[in-house]
């Protein structure tokens, strides 16, 4: 998953309210934290505030400042393809509720 898709997950989840910038890069750079590397903060922070500010320019952008200032979220009223991403962040949330855990069916080797 890159950045962008990562940066619209977060505002997704985040919902009408909206999120700030400083949560924003902190999910994504946490999402892009392993054991064996770990991106440069700063520059995870760079691209998600020039994300933000290159999205929420027109009405019909994917993404809105919110009435709290350095707050965003997604432009559902504005924007299709925002509502769409909704939708399918949803459905994808939902399919993974769905699957049951397996029984175990294995034998019990030192039952008495």
Not at 50 to 62: G, T
Request: with cysteine; proline share 2%.
């Amino acid at each position: 998953m890159n950045y962008d898709q990562q940066i619209l997950k977060v505002l997704t989840d985040a919902g009408d309210y909206g999120v700030s910038v400083q949560s924003v890069v902190k999910h994504v750079y946490n999402m892009n934290c392993t054991f064996f590397s770990q991106p440069d903060y700063e520059d995870v922070k760079s691209y998600v505030q020039q994300f933000l500010l290159r999205n929420s320019k027109s009405s019909q952008s994917l993404v809105e400042r919110t009435e709290r200032r350095g707050y965003y979220r997604l432009n559902t009223c504005g924007s299709t393809d925002a509502r769409q991403l909704m939708l399918q962040f949803r459905e994808a949330q939902e399919e993974k509720k769905e699957e049951k855990p397996q029984q175990d069916l294995s034998l019990d080797l030192f039952s008495d």
